[in-house]
């Protein structure tokens, strides 16, 4: 068979179709599908950021639960304003109990420290020191957040005077209570 410009023609018509079709066809395809492949990857991805962040998010509701739990538990442990005067007389009860004698109460300067109310109170009394000492730790047991900031003991070996009722080896203390309030609606 001998070839002609009409066959050579047709030949390279022929030729030209399906790389004509691959340009012009399958290549744009081939793009589109790529171009589709990178969004839905990029779609799972972000899928996948989004079902972490909804495990978090789900981590983070308990988390705030359980610290509005603890909020809520704090704050029983703060007196209102009101409840101050009856903590200071379980304090004094306390005292009493404990054979302390108080020869001075003060209350210094409240402050307000992020919503709460600090009251100090500075106290002078007068006791042995197993009377001093289950005071402290009755204070520590109250349900109630007081902190004794500073605590000043001396010791009384011999009485003053034969007219001084206080026994031989008596504490005198001198001391730092910090009582803790809720500061709303209280004015400083």
Known sequence: MKLGPREITFLLILAAV?????????EPRNQEIDQSRRTISAMQTTLAQLDNL??????VKLAIDQAEARLADFRQNIPDAEEVDDLLAEMNAIGVRNDLKFTSIRALKQSEVQQHLEIPLTMELEADF?????????LERLPRIVRV???????????????DERPEGSLDVSMTVVVYCDGEGVDS
């Not at 399906?18 to 399958?26: Q, R």
């Not at 197993?130 to 009755?138: P, W």
């Not at 900031?149 to 007219?163: C, F, G, M, P, S």
């Open 130 to 138: 197993v009377g001093i000492y289950r005071f402290l730790s009755d």
């Open 149 to 163: 900031q500073t605590l000043e003991i001396d010791r009384n070996l011999v009485a003053k005077n034969r007219d």
């Open 18 to 26: 399906p790389v004509g079709a691959w340009f012009f066809v399958f």
């Open 54 to 59: 909804t495990n978090s998010v789900g981590d």
